[in-house]
């Protein structure tokens, strides 16, 4: 079992920054990929950044040169720093660590808000 939760969301004006925060608590060692998805209201969940063990992070196009995540030596952190927000960012952001079909974890979400 995995748990998963977020923080560092917030309410932002346009251009601001966030650090969000995934902190993963349980059996993390055997974990093959993690990443951040959001939500906005109306919309589908869309995987935002990412990246599997040992591999390169992926990004979203509408996220490119803006976000980045990293995570700690350990993968008990993932972080997902945003800059440049927009608008249309606002959404919620949850944290997905994947290890196979069958066992994948959700953390709460935290909502970021971009307005002025």
């Known amino acids: 079992q995995v748990r998963l939760v977020e923080s560092g969301g917030g309410l932002v004006q346009p251009g601001g920054s966030l650090r969000l925060s995934c902190a993963a608590s349980?059996?993390?060692?055997?974990?093959?990929?993690m990443g951040w998805y959001r939500q906005a209201p109306g919309k589908q969940r869309e995987l935002v950044a990412g990246?599997?063990?040992?591999?390169?992070?992926a990004y979203a196009n509408s996220v490119k040169g803006r976000f980045t995540i990293s995570t700690d030596n350990l993968k008990e952190t993932v972080y997902l720093q945003v800059n440049n927000l927009i608008p249309e960012d606002t959404a919620v952001y949850y944290c997905?660590?994947?290890?196979?079909?069958?066992?994948?974890?959700w953390g709460q979400g935290t909502q970021v808000t971009v307005s002025s």
């Open positions: 997905n660590y994947y290890y196979n079909a069958s066992y994948t974890y």
């Open positions: 990246f599997t063990r040992g591999g390169n992070p």
């Open positions: 349980g059996n993390i060692f055997s974990i093959y990929a």
